[in-house]
T-cell receptor, first 113, second 113 residues
């Protein structure tokens, strides 16, 4: 069975600082991995995805994530936080097309001025 | 990307009543997914709706409580029956836009009094 663990339900950074949101996964097959962002009172939006191509994946809004099979991790980073990055971030895993997607518990990112 | 319209966007309902949420997609899709997001929680898959067949429900969700219709390839409804305050959640419709990759509607925010 697949699972996703996000370390830290809340992360607080200063504007301009590095953002690091941690995600570890469990999957019996090569996984498809995703990061989604949810702004207040909105639905989820795809930030980036890993689908067995390059291990370093770049997404929207300057975010990127690195797939590390040996560590079963898919951490999300951004070099410099902006106030507009404040939102809830969800890591997700899937076995692929037609299979359900499992979401982590979410990490709320706070950005301080 | 797809365009998904969900109605209602929010509603306040009385205990014991039922509410039907509609999801309209601007293109034909094989599978539609209904998720629930309880306050401050992650997303939990309720069921997968395929056109022309019964919806497939996840553990903990039953058809009597969450009947789903899928009359064609662009439309689905989810009914929340005999509501209680515990049903207060965001209900999200989604479609698959790539292997394991989901595109979400804006969600329907339900408050049960």
């Amino acid at each position: 069975a697949q699972s996703v663990t996000q370390l830290g339900s809340h992360v607080s950074v200063s504007e301009g600082a590095l953002v690091l949101l941690r995600c570890n996964y469990s999957s019996s097959v090569p996984p498809y991995l995703f990061w989604y962002v949810q702004y207040p009172n909105q639905g989820l939006q795809l930030l980036l995805k890993y689908t067995s191509a390059a291990t370093l994946v770049k997404g929207i809004n300057g975010f990127e994530a690195e797939f590390k099979k040996s560590e079963t991790s898919f951490h999300l980073t951004k070099p410099s936080a902006h106030m507009s990055d404040a939102a809830e971030y969800f890591c997700a895993v899937s076995e692929g097309g037609g299979f359900k997607t499992i979401f982590g518990a979410g990490t709320r990112l706070f950005v301080k001025a | 990307s797809a365009v998904i319209s969900q109605k209602p966007s929010r509603d306040i309902c009385q205990r014991g009543t039922s509410l039907t949420i509609q999801c309209q997609v601007d293109s034909q899709v094989t599978m539609m997914f209904w998720y629930r997001q309880q306050p401050g929680q992650s997303l939990t898959l309720i069921a997968t709706a395929n056109q022309g067949s019964e919806a497939t429900y996840e553990s903990g969700f039953v058809i009597d409580k969450f009947p789903i219709s899928r009359p064609n390839l662009t439309f689905s409804t989810l009914t929340v029956s005999n509501m209680s305050p515990e049903d207060s959640s965001i209900y999200l419709c989604s479609v698959e836009t790539g292997p394991g990759e989901l595109f979400f509607g804006e969600g329907s925010r339900l408050t049960v009094l």
